[in-house]
């Protein structure tokens, strides 16, 4: 067969899937400005011709929405920041030494993911009550931070292991020292491995909704998918709002959406090498 | 520090728990400038009864009350974690009369019987009060009553040459006529236990009874049963709603579709504060994307629903109790918005918007409308269900809807009341 | 190669430099973790209900939890659910991610920038948005599917109730999970593929392989290690799948038939107040979650023993 058509067939082809990829995002958006009175009709609204912001308006009215958002950045960033930390100390531990308890260490990690989490809930909140620090960011994260490093050491892991040792060393040879050597030589070419493993711990903050019901009871305390939760089920005690909760929920998109098109192409080198070596 | 101070706060609650929720609040203790929260479940009470709420305490205590509203969905799990927590108890919630028994049981609730003949006493709705006491001390009182009535078509019926029936036969039999390709004469939904109930309760059943100490699943009892099997036929006669429906939004069948000019449904069972959903749509005028419901007697009209020998028949109660957390450390503020929630001007204002006043002397602030006549009509013959103090994990387990699912689903009735009778007994009994 | 400058790395430093560094992760773990998992065994082993919880002593019961579980035929029925769905949700998954990753990799570069972001965007919804689009797309009466499935002649999906039976249920929600985690297995075994040394696939091709041949005997065992833990990963999280059944089962049934693991140990603690025997079965899920990636823990060990 001819190669070109073959390359060719295939790129349509591919076209096709990414649009049935998207659809669902796009149908969010698209009846995010669709009014409701059409969006009620027993024939779907594919395209939002005679588009309005009121869905929008409706679901930022009582202001709650800003609080949630408040909420969220602030709990995402603090676990973005520590996991990255933390994972990478860690990443540096196992793949650069051998020492007694690594191989222990590295199965507990693994063993730590597989725990389900709906049996801790009970166990969780009376730990963070305990201390007081129900309804705050610092005792979610310090959930979420445990919940997300280990598999961001995983993914560490591999990067660290891949910046040969060799490079270092003849840095040090021309007079900087191993922390010196370490920041300037080794840091740059771990920056994708960085990149993509705050995506992952940035996604798994951003989106978790069960922990949270539990250990943010009140309703100023909302991170953005339980002001969500409750928007859809305030929503269905009428008939429901999908204008409305369409729009709500491309708003509690819109912000990971953003920081995804931002670190993209970091975001697909990163996986690169940390896949090969994972 | 910190850790000391959260052992401290576990070991009072561990005493405020253990010593029971005999002692009344301490003397000495003084409801000024407590700040306490309030939970409210779900949305029923209007904005305009949680401001008063908050004035009102405010001017008795200088303190401030904090009114945050619970989901019915994840109020169970919010109960069980918050209650025994010093540090986050609520200090007053609204709890489900269906879920009081089991949290009353294990001494969630201060014992408030020294002051129950001050907010009401036997003028209190006594059904809600009992599931509320234990050993004649009263934990959870009565908040207010709903109950649950039939809204119809009069338009639909009419066409069809029928009466609106005063028996439940004539009711089962009107909506199976009525049911067409795209209207069910009859809309409910395949798991909704809590309406459907009451075609076991009005043919004489029940859903558990207790004997002695311990309470037992009576689904296999032939009452239950007859019950159960009209309900499923009605269900495959009658109604188009699917069979994993519980009791969401059946009030917008009864309204003409946007897109087809007609209705979905003939009749409907609903809390009577559907009402406010039901009628002609119209443009919102304040936002013309949305569209408001308008009443209109001429088309839409309501029922009691008929018992199997006219009359009332017996539904379930709806409607909720309130409580005092054992673990709060504010009892004297709590007690003090008791004293405000069962004031007379309060019990009027439930009455004025459509809830059912828990002191029944204010039941005439309902009003004498039709929807008011229908629900002291329905509320009177109105149950509750067993006050087991495993009530709530049975309905927390979900494993009504998946009997009543079953059911209309056209299963075999006594083999699956005989298998969730066992599975009810394991829980029932907490 | 790693094994080299780890060794070299050791005959330098001791210990303790690499227990510094696990301080901060060890510590988090330990605090976010500790607690709770240890609360979990012991409570396995406890008669733990409301009682409990308002503060009454907890009955330490033994095996009664496990041997109460044991002999639960819902249970198993619930196990062998979960397996099925994991197993084929990851393998489905696995399957279409790896061939979109073949997909990139040959396409033209718009091609594959286009497709690229459109899963992108798919990975970059948050689960509560991404499942509230899906419910309404797979509403009975509105929704776009039953709408465009009708109109294909002879099809007849007006008003079809996708959430009303357990099968029909699951594929949504399987479909759902499948939506979700394809693009995380396309960009990583893509990632892998782009390590494929173009020189070897061209000498492949002189002599005649096809274009299976070359996949199966050539690019499969260079992305192995990519493909290995991917599968594991969507294994353990398939099993555990949680959010987007609750989230269904919201909009559809509350019936146990309708639960997966996750959910059912959510009911039996915190709706059913059973706290012992949800958290025998936690332990239970752990067992089965290891039990499912001994074989990579098992590569994990001689690679690292090697």
Same mark, same amino acid.
């Given at each position: ?278 | ?61 200088? #303190? ?67 599931? #509320? ?220 918007? #459509? ?11 309902? #009003? ?63 | ?145 039953? +709408? ?109 038939? +309708? ?6 140990? +959510? ?40």
């Amino acid at each position: 067969m001819n190669r070109r058509l073959a390359k060719g067939l295939l790129s349509a082809l591919a076209i096709v899937i990414a649009l049935f990829w998207a659809f669902p995002v796009y149908w969010m958006v698209s009846s995010s400005f669709i009014p409701t009175a059409i969006l009620q009709s027993f024939i779907p609204t594919f395209f939002p011709v005679n588009g309005t912001v009121s869905n929008y308006a409706g679901a930022i009215a009582d202001g709650s929405f800003f609080s949630a958002l408040g909420m969220s950045v602030a709990i995402t960033l603090t676990v973005v920041l520590f996991c990255i930390i933390f994972a990478f100390l860690a990443a540096v531990a196992i793949s650069r030494f051998r020492f007694r308890g690594r191989r222990s260490f590295v199965i507990a990690v693994l063993i730590v993911q597989m725990l389900p989490a709906e049996g801790l809930f009970i166990a969780q909140y009376k730990m963070v009550s305990s201390v007081h620090l129900l309804d705050s960011v610092i005792g979610v994260s310090v959930i979420y931070i445990a919940a997300v490093v280990p598999f961001t050491i995983w993914m560490l892991r591999g990067f660290v292991a891949g910046v040969p040792v060799d490079l270092e060393e003849a840095a040090m040879v021309d007079g900087l020292s191993r922390f010196g050597a370490f920041m300037r030589i080794t840091f740059p070419l771990l920056a994708p491995g960085l990149v993509a493993s705050g995506v992952y711990a940035f996604l798994q903050a951003w989106n978790e909704f069960t922990v949270a019901l539990v250990l943010l009871p009140s309703e100023a305390a909302q991170t953005l998918p339980l002001w969500l939760r409750g928007f859809v089920q305030a929503s269905a005690t009428r008939e429901t709002d999908w204008g409305q909760v369409m729009a709500a929920s491309t708003l509690v998109a819109v912000p990971v959406i953003i920081f995804f098109l931002i670190v993209q192409g970091r975001l697909t080198s990163g996986l690169v090498s940390g896949a090969v070596k994972g | 520090m910190k850790r000391k101070i959260g052992l401290l706060a576990a070991a009072t609650a561990a005493v405020v728990v253990l010593a029971g929720c005999s002692t009344p609040a301490p003397a000495d203790e003084s409801a000024d400038g407590q700040n306490i929260t309030l939970w409210l479940m779900g949305g029923d009470t209007p904005d305009t009864l949680r401001d008063f709420l908050k004035t009102e305490y405010a001017d008795a205590t200088g #303190g401030t009350l904090t009114i945050e509203q619970q989901d019915w969905s994840d109020a169970l799990s919010k109960l069980t974690t918050a209650l025994p927590d010093t540090e986050n108890t609520p200090d007053v919630t609204e709890i489900g009369n269906t879920w009081s028994p089991t949290f009353t049981t294990v001494g969630a609730f201060s014992d408030i019987s020294d002051m129950y003949d001050e907010v009401g006493g036997d003028k209190l709705l006594p059904s809600f009060v009992e599931v #509320g006491a234990v050993d004649g001390a009263n934990y959870a009182l009565p908040y207010y009553f709903g109950s649950r009535y039939i809204f119809m078509r009069k338009d639909v019926w009419a066409a069809a040459g029928l009466e609106v029936p005063t028996t439940l036969a004539q009711f089962n039999e009107g909506a199976a006529k009525l049911k067409t390709d795209t209207q069910s004469g009859f809309y409910i939904g395949g798991e909704d236990w809590r309406n459907g109930i009451s075609w076991v309760f009005a043919n004489g059943g029940e859903l558990a009874k207790k004997d002695g100490d311990t309470w037992t699943s009576t689904l296999s009892d032939p009452r239950t049963v007859e019950g159960l099997t009209q309900l499923q036929t009605l269900y495959t006669e009658s109604s188009l709603a699917p069979v994993t429906e519980a009791d969401s939004t059946p009030w917008v069948n009864l309204n003409n579709n946007a897109a087809t000019g007609a209705p979905e449904a003939a009749t409907i069972i609903a809390p009577g504060w559907a009402h406010w959903s039901i009628g002609d749509l119209t443009p919102d005028p304040k936002d013309d994307t949305k569209t408001v419901a308008t009443w209109n007697d001429a088309i839409f009209g309501n029922f009691v629903l008929p018992g199997v020998d006219g009359g009332a028949a017996p539904v379930f109660a709806g409607g909720s109790n309130i409580a005092v957390s054992a673990a709060s450390k504010n009892q004297a503020g709590s007690r003090e918005l008791m004293k405000i929630i069962f004031s007379e001007e309060y019990q009027n204002l439930l009455g004025a918007n #459509g809830l059912g006043p828990a002191n029944l002397d204010y039941v005439s602030s309902l #009003g004498d409308d039709q929807f008011a006549t229908a629900l002291s009509e329905s509320a009177a013959n109105s149950k509750l269900t067993p006050a087991a103090p495993g009530w709530a994990a049975v309905e927390g387990s979900g494993l009504l809807e998946e009997f009543f699912g079953k059911v209309n689903g056209g299963g075999d009735i006594p083999a699956l009341a005989k298998e969730y009778d066992a599975k009810i007994d394991e829980l029932i009994n907490g | 190669m790693s094994a080299d400058t780890l060794t070299r790395s050791n005959n330098r430093r001791g210990i303790r430099a690499p227990l510094l560094l696990l301080i901060p992760s060890i510590a988090i773990l330990v605090l976010g973790m500790g607690y709770p998992v240890i609360w979990q065994i012991v409570t396995s082993f406890q008669q733990y209900g409301l009682k409990q919880q308002f503060g009454q002593a907890a009955p330490f019961v033994g095996l009664d939890n496990y041997i109460a579980l044991a002999t639960d035929p819902q249970l198993w029925v619930v196990v062998g659910k979960s397996l099925a769905f994991c197993l084929i949700t990851a393998f489905v998954t696995l399957g279409i991610g790896t061939l979109l990753a073949l997909l990139m990799s040959t396409v033209t570069k718009t091609a594959r920038l286009v497709l690229q972001v459109a899963l992108l965007l798919a990975w970059s919804m948050p689960v509560v948005s991404a499942m509230t689009v899906w419910i309404w797309l797979f509403d009975r009466r509105r929704g776009a599917i039953n +709408y465009l499935l009708d109109m294909v002649p002879g099809i007849e999906m007006n008003r079809f109730d996708w959430l009303s039976t357990p099968l029909t249920f699951l594929l949504v929600a399987s479909i759902i999970v499948v939506w979700m985690s394809v693009p995380f297995v396309s960009f990583s075994v893509y990632a892998g593929l782009t390590q494929v040394s173009d020189e070897i696939l061209e000498a492949a091709q002189l002599d005649g392989a096809t274009g299976s041949q070359r996949f199966w005997g050539i690019i499969l065992p260079m992305i192995r290690p990519v493909i290995s833990i991917v599968l594991l990963l969507q294994l353990i999280w398939d099993l555990r799948v949680f959010t987007q059944i609750k989230l269904l089962q919201d909009a559809g049934s509350k019936s146990g038939d +309708y639960d997966l693991l996750g959910t059912y140990i +959510y009911k039996l603690g915190t709706s059913a107040q059973d706290f012992g025997m949800a958290s025998a079965v936690s332990i239970l899920v752990l067992g089965i979650t290891i039990a499912m990636s001994w074989f990579y823990i098992r590569s994990l060990l001689k690679e690292d023993a090697a």
